[in-house]
C-alpha cells in the first residue's frame, strides 16, 4: 500500500509560481511512474504531467507544457511539480498519483491517489 499526501498549493496571482510536493509513504515509489492530474469545479480530472520510475522520461499536457516541471527524489520518496507562470485557468485541486510501469496514463490506471491540494490563480 502506497500513502501519498501532497502539500505546496495555495493562492497565488497570476504569473506567479508555486511548487506542490507529493510525499510517499508505506511503500517506496521508486517502481512507480507518477503522475499530477487537476480537477477544476464541475469539470473531468484532467491529465497534467507524468514521470518514469527513472525519473528520465516526462510528459506534459499541452496546457501546461513550457510552464510546468515534473521531478522526483526517489531517495526521499517524493515528487514535486513545479509550476510558473500561472494562469487563472490553472486553478484546481491538484492530485498526485502512482502507476505501474509499461501502464498507459489513462486516469483509471493509476493505483494511487493523494487527497488533493488546492491551488487557486487570481487574475
Known amino acids: 500500500q502506497v500513502h501519498l499526501v501532497e502539500s505546496g498549493g495555495g493562492l497565488v496571482q497570476a504569473g506567479g509560481s508555486l511548487r506542490l510536493a507529493c510525499a510517499a509513504s508505506g511503500r517506496t515509489l521508486s517502481t512507480y511512474a507518477m503522475g499530477w492530474f487537476r480537477q477544476a469545479p464541475g469539470k473531468e480530472r484532467e491529465f497534467v504531467a507524468d514521470?518514469?520510475?527513472?525519473?528520465?522520461?516526462?510528459y506534459y499536457a499541452d496546457s501546461v507544457k513550457g510552464r510546468f516541471t515534473i521531478s522526483r527524489d526517489n531517495g526521499k520518496n517524493t515528487v514535486y511539480l513545479k509550476m510558473n507562470s500561472l494562469k487563472p485557468e490553472d486553478t484546481a485541486v491538484y492530485y498526485c498519483a502512482a502507476r505501474r510501469p509499461g501502464v498507459s496514463r489513462n486516469v483509471g490506471n493509476y493505483d494511487y491517489w493523494g487527497q488533493g491540494s488546492q491551488v487557486t490563480v487570481s487574475s
Open positions: 514521470i518514469t520510475w527513472s525519473g528520465g522520461i516526462t
